[in-house]
C-alpha cells in the first residue's frame, strides 16, 4: 500500500484539482477572474461538517449538501454582480470571501475563530480519486460543447458574444455556479479529511493560490489546469520540512513560469489526441497561408 | 419591394451630444442599402441602436413591423439581425472553424446536462453544427484556412471571417461596418461582389455602412447620407452623387457643417 505521506498528497492534489478545475471554467474559459473562491470551499467545508458531526447525516450527502450551498450563495453573489460592468464582479468576490471568513468567526455553533476540532475523517483515497476524475470529466464534455463555446466566445470578445446571440449574464452565471458548486465538494472533502475547520484556513491567500495554480497552468487549458495544480501542491509539500523555504520555492517556480511563459504552462494548449492534432494543423495551415502570401508578392513584383 | 427594417425619428444622445438626430429611413427587403457620411457622422451609432448596444433616446426602429428597440443585444441575433464590427471583433484565440462553430450555436438545442453526460441529442447535434460550420466556410472560400488560429489571419481575411460567423446565425438582416476599412481596391471590389453573392445566396437583406462614397455606389440600390447626426440626403445612388449638398459635405464647406 501507499505510504501514508504520500496518500496524503494524493488526497490533497485531487481536492484542489477539484476546487482548481471549477475556477478554471470561470477563470480560463469565462474569462472572470474570482478572488475569493476560499469563500465557496468554506461554505461546502462547514456545511458538510454539520451535516456529518452535528446531523449526524450521511457522508455522501454532506458532500451534496455543501455543494449545494456553495452554488446557492454563488448565484445570489451572480445575481448582483454579473450585470455590471468590468471589475465590480472581481472585487465582490473579494469581500463575499473575507465576509465569510469574518461571520465564520463569529460563529460559535460551528466553533468560531478558534476553529473547530475532531471532525471524522470520512474523505478517503478513492472517494477524492474517483471524484477528481469525475470532475476532469465533467470539466472536458461542459467546455466542448455549444455551452462551452459560449464561454470561450464571452472571453474571447464579450460584445460580438452579444450579437452573436449569447446570452452573456446567463453563461456568466453557469460558469459561476458550476466552479462554486465544485469549490464547495473540495471544501466538504477537506473537512471530513483533515479532521478540523478553521476560518483562516480560507482566506485570501487560499483564494490568490487557486487563481494563480489556473494561471501557471494556462488560462483556458484543462491540462494545463491539471499540471498546474499538481506542480503548484506538490512542490510546496516537498518543501515543508524546510518550513522557511516552502514559499520561497513556491514563489520562485510562479515567478519563472511567469517570467518565461506568461501564457503559463500550456497556454491555450490541451495535451491530448485532439489537442495535439489540432496544434499542429493550425501550424501547417499557418505556414501554407504565409507561404501563399509570399509567392503572391513576389509574382506582383515581378 | 417590401421594408425590412424602418427606422422613424432615430435620436441618440451622448449627455449633450446629439449623435444621431432625428433620422428616418427605409431598408427594402432583399436589397442592399448603404449607409455613408464623413467620419463621425453617427452610422456606428446607428448600428448600436439597431442592436441594442444603446439605448434609444428618441424615437422608433421597426423591424419587420414590429418595434425592436429595448431588445436585450443578445436577443437581436435571434430576432434576425447580425451585424459585423468596424473595428474587427472575432474570437481571436479560437481557429477559423471555431469562430463560426460557436455562432451556429442558437441551430441546436441540446443542453447542460446533455452536454456533461454526452447524450445522443448532443452527438447528433454537434456533427450537425460541424457541418454547417464547415459548409458556410466552404461558400465564404475559408475552408483552407480553417485551422488557423483567427488572429493570424490576414485583415481582409479576418474581415471575412467575420461575415462568415454573422451569417452562421442565419440572419434575415446583415449590418456590415465599413466591411472594406484597410483594404486595396482589389480586395474591395472582390468583398463587394461577395457581399452582392451572399445576399443573394441567403435571401438577406444588407445593410452597409462606408465612408468611401465611390465604393459603394456600385453595389447599392439605395443610399442614405448623414452628416453630423442629421439626414442629408436619401435616394438611388444617382440622385445621391448628383446632390450639390452631399458634394459639398464631402468637398468639405465649413459654413454649413455646424447646423442641420
Ligand atoms: N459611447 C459614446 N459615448 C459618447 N460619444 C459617443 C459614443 N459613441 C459615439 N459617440 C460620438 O458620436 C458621434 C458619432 O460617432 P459614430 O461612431 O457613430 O460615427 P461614425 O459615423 O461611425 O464615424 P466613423 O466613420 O469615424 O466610424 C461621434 O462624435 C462620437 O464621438
Ligand atoms: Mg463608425
Not at chain 1, 470571501?97 to 478558534?114: D, K, M, Q, S, T
Not at chain 2, 441529442?121 to 480553417?146: T, V
Request: hydrophobic fraction near 50%; aromatic fraction near 8%.
Amino acid at each position: 500500500m501507499l505510504s501514508s505521506y504520500f496518500q496524503q498528497i494524493i488526497v490533497l492534489v485531487g481536492i484542489n484539482m477539484i476546487a482548481v478545475l471549477g475556477l478554471s471554467i470561470l477563470t480560463g474559459f469565462t474569462g472572470l477572474f474570482s478572488f475569493g473562491h476560499a469563500g465557496f470551499m468554506a461554505i461546502g467545508a462547514y456545511i458538510a461538517a454539520i451535516f456529518v458531526a452535528r446531523l449526524h447525516l450521511p457522508f455522501w450527502m454532506a458532500v451534496a449538501a455543501g455543494a449545494a450551498g456553495a452554488a446557492l450563495v454563488s448565484i445570489v453573489i451572480g445575481g448582483l454582480t454579473l450585470k455590471l460592468k468590468g471589475d465590480y464582479f472581481c472585487i465582490a468576490t473579494m469581500g463575499f470571501g473575507e465576509a465569510v471568513r469574518i461571520i465564520l468567526n463569529n460563529i460559535e455553533y460551528v466553533g468560531g475563530a478558534r476553529g473547530w476540532e475532531s471532525l471524522p475523517q470520512l474523505t478517503s483515497l478513492w472517494v477524492v480519486l474517483v471524484l477528481a476524475v469525475a470532475m476532469v470529466v465533467i470539466t472536458w464534455n461542459l467546455i466542448n460543447s455549444r455551452h462551452g463555446r459560449n464561454m470561450v466566445a464571452i472571453r474571447e470578445e464579450e460584445l460580438a458574444a452579444q450579437m452573436a446571440g449569447i446570452n452573456v449574464f446567463r453563461y456568466k452565471m453557469v460558469a459561476l455556479v458550476v466552479s462554486a458548486a465544485m469549490a464547495g465538494i473540495a471544501g466538504a472533502l477537506l473537512g471530513n479529511y483533515i479532521q478540523f475547520l478553521r476560518p483562516t484556513m480560507f482566506n485570501m491567500v487560499k483564494s490568490t493560490d487557486l487563481t494563480i495554480m489556473v494561471i501557471f497552468g494556462g488560462l483556458g487549458s484543462i491540462s494545463g489546469t491539471i499540471v498546474g495544480t499538481i506542480i503548484l501542491t506538490v512542490l510546496p509539500e516537498l518543501f515543508r520540512n524546510f518550513a522557511q523555504w516552502r514559499l520561497v520555492v513556491y514563489g520562485l517556480a510562479v515567478v519563472v513560469i511567469m517570467v518565461g511563459r506568461p501564457q503559463g504552462v500550456m497556454g491555450g494548449f490541451e495535451m491530448t489526441p485532439s489537442g495535439i492534432r489540432k496544434h499542429f494543423a493550425a501550424r501547417r495551415a499557418r505556414q501554407a497561408l504565409e507561404a501563399e502570401l509570399r509567392a503572391a508578392e513576389r509574382e506582383s513584383a515581378a | 419591394m417590401s421594408t425590412i427594417l424602418e427606422l422613424k425619428g432615430l435620436t441618440k444622445q451622448f449627455g449633450g451630444l446629439t449623435a444621431v438626430n432625428d433620422v428616418s429611413f427605409k431598408v427594402a427587403e432583399g436589397g442592399i442599402s448603404g449607409l455613408i457620411g464623413p467620419n463621425g457622422a453617427g452610422k456606428t451609432t446607428i448600428f448600436n441602436l439597431i442592436t441594442g448596444v444603446y439605448k434609444v433616446t428618441k424615437g422608433a426602429i421597426e423591424f419587420r413591423g414590429t418595434p425592436i428597440q429595448g431588445t436585450e443585444p443578445y436577443l437581436i441575433a435571434d430576432k434576425g439581425i447580425t451585424r459585423t464590427f468596424q473595428n474587427i471583433r472575432l474570437f481571436k484565440n479560437m481557429t477559423v472553424f471555431e469562430n463560426v462553430l460557436t455562432a451556429c450555436h442558437t441551430s441546436a438545442r441540446y443542453g447542460l446536462l446533455e452536454s456533461i453526460f454526452r447524450m445522443p441529442r448532443y452527438w447528433k447535434q454537434e456533427k450537425e453544427l460541424n457541418e454547417k460550420a464547415r459548409g458556410l466556410l466552404e461558400i465564404m472560400g475559408l475552408q483552407d484556412r480553417m485551422d488557423i488560429t483567427a488572429n493570424n489571419l490576414p485583415y481582409g481575411l479576418q474581415r471575412r471571417l467575420e461575415i462568415t460567423r454573422a451569417l452562421a446565425l442565419d440572419p434575415k438582416l446583415l449590418l456590415l461596418d465599413e466591411p472594406a476599412a484597410g483594404m486595396n481596391p482589389d480586395e474591395t471590389e472582390q468583398l463587394m461582389r461577395l457581399i452582392g453573392e451572399i445576399r443573394k445566396m441567403f435571401k438577406l437583406s444588407v445593410l452597409v455602412i462606408e465612408h468611401h462614397m465611390d465604393l459603394i455606389m456600385g453595389v447599392c440600390e439605395h443610399i442614405h447620407v448623414l452628416s453630423f447626426g442629421c439626414t442629408l440626403a436619401d435616394g438611388t445612388p444617382d440622385e445621391i452623387a448628383n446632390d450639390p449638398k452631399v458634394v459639398e459635405a464631402y468637398l468639405g464647406s465649413d459654413e454649413e457643417k455646424k447646423s442641420c
